[in-house]
């Protein structure tokens, strides 16, 4: 079924963006975008996850004459999409899998009669001969490519599908094309415009700041207990994502969760699809659930009200990790991109690099990927100049990540790494031995382990030298030598190995600097960002907005959709403290255009009211 049809004749974008989306002005950036593709250029556009892509190719379908046509990778989240729109009263409709025969025929037939605004299809659909005829038969307004990086070897979601895209502008030369990225190094850029023949659209660029998002990297000590006290004194009743390298560390952290009284769930490729949507749609269409995940998850999430993002194991590229950490704030609001980051995940990352299938090409490409992920990780500056500095654009320190809140302290750690390059060298040399990093520790803090008297390595000239330092301590500078390349792991097993660089350190070329963390993390400071949502709601207005949620609750669970497609929290946040008194007030409140005026306007009236 498809909504009733607003009366857009004549409209202007930000007429449409008033009376369909609800809000006065467009983001920065969007206009532009906009005005170009209802003029019918091509466009290729870079803005982060949240930055209010969407928009840029939803308004120009309505504004110009047929159906604004969306490829889309997502097929388990089409329905939400298309629900989303429905509820502002668009016109949309998807073509997947999921549908029977019959109802195929009804959305190719309403597609056919002029009668959608905008019909979702996956690349693979889209690829087929008797797609392509539909759309022949048809009046296209635009074709937007969503997730364009699927095109990209160098992205992290690659999709061969997508490389067919590059035929739409042969088969239908005046519809313009709008490809849309989150993940955008100038590497990504080059490739997306390369094999979707975009080189002569218009880029646009957007600012890839998110500065709602509060980024914290700690040391992974004990990273359960770390997460559950994040998630216990910060986000107490908030929705969030986990993420977890492995489906077995994916099923142990929500089960861990669960136990200690947090609504939690896991998703990963090794649950059988009726158990990943069952878990998917609980995250969205209930308040609070927290979604225990591997990457699988997540790509075109649109939940507003994601209130942070946990990383339990080192992300694998930079890329990666920016696209995970934006599914939170996309309302706007303070949100938190946590990552829990210790010596182990480097030793496991290298070691995969080096196994990894694929030539010599694909593992230096691996590298640089972990070595920039590593870079950010380890820097002593900002965190977020670093992150804008890996996507080419300039930014200042920010005030609102750990580095810039805590500044962490740099040491001279040369003759620390000298004393873990002796060590490493010795064994390997001396003894044609190899070990991993707990033993070479033990032998530098002279433990006279079982292991260390069977090999007699208490009588190496190194052992006990390294009493000065902590295990931790050690933990940490053979972690910053193995992130800079000056040690590294024997992919076989896992053991330590002296580089190309290894030699400067020990022969006294090289300084290291090293980074040394706070004693102690001041968390009332770093919390206090994370905590200004619900400080900028009035006292007064806090169970106000509270009512609404519930009446929103009830709203979406009687229709069958998530929350966010009845209204965004940032929406129920500002009518709770304005507190309209008619029709007429609320449709003036950021988010409510004239379907959901009409739909909802008494109820929440009568809901305030009360």
């Given at each position: 079924m498809t909504a009733p049809a607003l009366d857009l004749h004549d409209s202007d974008a930000s007429q449409v963006l008033r009376r369909v989306f609800g809000y006065d002005e467009f983001r920065e950036g969007q206009?532009?975008?906009?005005?170009?593709?209802?003029?019918?250029?091509?466009?290729?556009?870079?803005?982060?996850?949240?930055?209010?892509?969407?928009?840029?190719?939803?308004?120009?379908?309505?504004?110009?004459?047929g159906t604004g046509v969306v490829?889309?990778?997502?097929?388990?989240?089409?329905?939400?999409?298309?629900?989303?729109?429905?509820?502002?009263?668009?016109?949309?409709?998807?073509?997947?899998?999921?549908?029977?025969?019959?109802q195929q025929r009804v959305v190719e037939a309403t597609f056919r009669a002029g009668e959608l605004d905008l019909l979702y299809l996956a690349?693979?659909?889209?690829r087929l001969e008797s797609t392509q005829k539909l759309l022949d038969g048809g009046d296209i307004a635009l074709f937007a490519i969503d997730e364009a990086?699927?095109?990209?070897?160098?992205?992290?979601?690659?999709?061969?599908?997508?490389?067919?895209?590059?035929?739409?502008?042969?088969?239908?030369?005046?519809?313009?094309?709008?490809?849309?990225?989150?993940?955008?190094?100038?590497?990504?850029?080059?490739?997306?415009?390369?094999?979707?023949?975009?080189?002569?659209?218009?880029?646009?660029?957007?600012?890839?700041?998110?500065?709602?998002?509060?980024?914290?990297?700690?040391?992974?000590?004990?990273?359960?207990?770390?997460?559950?006290?994040?998630?216990?004194?910060?986000?107490?009743?908030?929705?969030?994502?986990?993420?977890?390298l492995s489906r077995s560390s994916v099923e142990k952290i929500a089960e861990f969760l669960v136990a200690n009284g947090i609504p939690a769930l896991p998703y990963h490729a090794g649950l059988d699809a009726g158990t990943r949507a069952a878990n998917q749609a609980r995250f969205l269409r209930e308040d609070g659930v927290v979604i225990v995940a591997t990457i699988a998850f997540g790509m075109g999430i649109d939940k507003p009200d994601v209130?942070?993002?946990?990383?339990?194991?080192?992300?694998?590229?930079?890329?990666?990790?920016?696209?995970?950490?934006?599914?939170?704030?996309?309302?706007?609001?303070?949100?938190?991109?946590?990552?829990a980051y210790g010596l182990q995940d480097v030793v496991q990352l290298r070691?995969?690099?080096?196994?990894s299938d694929g030539d010599d090409a694909h593992r230096r490409r691996q590298g640089r990927h972990l070595d920039s992920m590593l870079a950010l990780c380890e820097t002593v500056e900002c965190r977020r100049v670093q992150l804008l500095a890996y996507f080419?654009?300039?930014?200042?320190?920010?005030?609102?990540?750990?580095?810039?809140?805590?500044?962490?302290?740099?040491?001279?750690?040369?003759?620390?790494?000298?004393?873990?390059?002796?060590?490493?060298?010795?064994?390997?040399?001396?003894?044609?031995?190899?070990?991993?990093?707990?033993?070479?520790?033990?032998?530098?803090?002279?433990?006279?382990?079982?292991?260390?008297?069977?090999?007699?390595?208490?009588?190496?000239?190194?052992?006990?030298?390294?009493?000065?330092?902590?295990?931790?301590?050690?933990?940490?500078?053979?972690?910053?030598?193995?992130?800079?390349?000056?040690?590294?792991v024997e992919p076989d097993h896992g053991t330590l190995a002296l580089t190309d660089g290894s030699a400067s350190v020990l022969r006294r070329e090289r300084e290291v600097l090293m980074r040394r963390e706070p004693e102690r993390t001041p968390k009332a400071k770093l919390a206090k960002a994370a905590k200004a949502a619900a400080?900028?709601?009035?006292?007064?207005?806090?169970?106000?907005?509270?009512?609404?949620?519930?009446?929103?609750a009830a709203s979406a669970k009687e229709q069958g959709v998530p929350p966010y497609v009845v209204f965004h929290d940032k929406t129920l946040r500002e009518i709770a403290t304005v507190r309209p008194s008619s029709l007429e007030e609320l449709s003036t409140v950021n988010g409510v255009g004239e379907n959901k005026l009409a739909k909802y306007g008494q109820q929440i009236l009568d809901t305030l009211a009360e």
């Open positions: 206009g532009e975008i906009i005005e170009h593709v209802v003029a019918g250029g091509d466009a290729l556009v870079l803005m982060p996850t949240g930055g209010g892509k969407s928009l840029c190719y939803q308004i120009p379908a309505l504004v110009r004459r490829v889309s990778p997502l097929i388990a989240l089409m329905q939400d999409q298309v629900d989303a729109l429905r509820a502002l009263g668009v016109r949309a409709d998807f073509l997947n899998s999921s549908l029977d025969y019959d690349p693979e659909r889209l990086h699927c095109v990209s070897q160098w992205g992290h979601d690659f999709r061969p599908d997508y490389l067919a895209l590059s035929a739409l502008h042969e088969r239908w030369p005046d519809v313009p094309r709008i490809a849309l990225t989150a993940t955008a190094t100038p590497a990504t850029h080059q490739e997306i415009a390369g094999r979707l023949r975009l080189e002569d659209a218009r880029h646009f660029v957007a600012s890839f700041d998110r500065p709602n998002i509060q980024y914290r990297i700690t040391p992974k000590t004990e990273p359960r207990r770390q997460l559950l006290e994040l998630l216990r004194t910060e986000h107490a009743g908030d929705a969030g994502i986990v993420y977890c209130r942070f993002v946990a990383h339990l194991d080192l992300p694998k590229s930079v890329e990666g990790y920016y696209q995970e950490t934006g599914r939170a704030g996309r309302d706007g609001l303070p949100s938190t991109a946590w990552l070691k995969l690099v080096e196994t080419g654009q300039e930014g200042k320190p920010c005030g609102n990540c750990d580095t810039c809140l805590t500044p962490p302290e740099s040491w001279d750690g040369t003759i620390a790494a000298q004393k873990v390059l002796s060590a490493v060298y010795r064994l390997d040399r001396e003894r044609r031995q190899r070990f991993g990093a707990g033993h070479v520790i033990d032998i530098l803090m002279g433990k006279k382990t079982p292991k260390v008297i069977q090999f007699d390595h208490d009588e190496l000239t190194v052992f006990g030298v390294g009493a000065d330092l902590s295990a931790n301590e050690w933990r940490g500078v053979v972690r910053q030598l193995l992130a800079r390349g000056l040690l590294a400080a900028e709601l009035p006292e007064e207005a806090a169970p106000v907005f509270e009512k609404l949620r519930a009446w929103r």
